[in-house]
Every structure is written in C-alpha cells, then in structure tokens.
C-alpha cells in the first residue's frame, strides 16, 4: 500500500533536499517547522499503516529526493516505527465498552386528573466498563416508540455493513 501525500506536505518536505549535512539550516523558522510537521507526517502515517520497506521507497520517490536521502528516511522510518506505534495506541483514545444492560417497564395507568391514560416508559440502566477496569453506570429512559426507532436504525446500520462496499472500505482501513 502506498502513502499518498497531499501537495502541502509535499511542499513542506521540498526544502530538505537544500539542507546541508554538516553545516548550518539557514532557513526561516517557518520553513524548518513545516519540514518537521511534515516528516512527523510521513512517519506516523506510514507507521499507523505498517507500510513496508518497498512501498515505503515508493511513497518517498515521489517526492524527488535523493538516493542518500531517501535511504535515510527509510533508515528512520525503520529504526522508529514499533515505537511511534506504540506511543500512538497510548495516545488513542480509551473509550467505555459494553458489560450489562438492566432494563425496566414502567406504566402509568391513571393520574388524578386523567383516569384512562396510558405512559409507557422504559428504563435502562447500562453498565460500562472502563479502561480501568472500574464500571460506570448511566441512567436511560425513554418511551417505546423511540427504542423501536433506535433500534431499526441501529438494525439498518449492521445490515449496511455487510454490504460489499462496506467491507471493501474496511478492508483497505485495516
């Protein structure tokens, strides 16, 4: 798989091929910020996708550098990659996933002033566990019609993930 940069990133890689090895940068803060966000760019992505060797070459060709150079940032990309992978799934966010849903029917059948009315409600608490391993509770109510509504959407997202469009997107992310 190869790394496509936009032209912005290509125009901030674009002043290292004027950088001199053993000498000073001589350019604008700007420029050097840039040429920095722009390798941290091209090694995070290439890292988030494990590209390989060959299409990392691939991906850095474009940009019209030169062989040493080239090699050097393959030479990087290498030595850095199970690293900048590891600080990127301990930056990722830790999100709360499902461990028990109680749920409950309540009925108002009458009220002093209305004796012939019926308010269903339905009450759910769901229980979350952390990335801590502590759980969480949240308190949900609402009425029937809306949980059938909910629950057909939620029914219409898992069949349009089975489509084979669906599947062929998901199988280019991963």
Do not use: C
Not at 122 to 150: I, K
């Amino acid at each position: 798989m190869l790394l496509v940069l936009s032209d912005e990133y290509k125009e901030h890689l674009a002043f290292l091929p004027k950088v001199d090895p053993a000498g000073k940068l001589n350019f604008p803060i700007e420029t050097v910020q840039h040429g920095v966000e722009g390798l941290m760019f091209l090694l995070t992505e290439s890292s988030k996708l494990m590209i390989s060797e060959v299409d990392f070459e691939d991906s850095v060709l474009v940009l019209g550098f030169s062989k040493e150079l080239n090699q050097i940032l393959l030479q990087l990309y290498l030595e850095n990659r199970n690293e900048i992978r590891n600080i990127q799934t301990q930056l990722a966010p830790s999100l709360p996933s499902y461990h028990n849903l109680e749920w409950r029917l309540d009925v108002q059948l009458a009220s002093r002033s209305l004796r012939q009315q019926v308010v269903p409600v339905v009450t759910m608490r769901l229980l979350l566990d952390t990335a801590g391993g502590e759980q969480s509770a949240r308190l949900l109510q609402t009425d029937p019609s809306t949980l059938l509504h909910l629950v057909s959407t939620l029914e219409a997202a898992l069949a349009s993930m089975k489509t084979n469009h669906a599947r062929r997107i998901l199988r280019n992310i991963k």
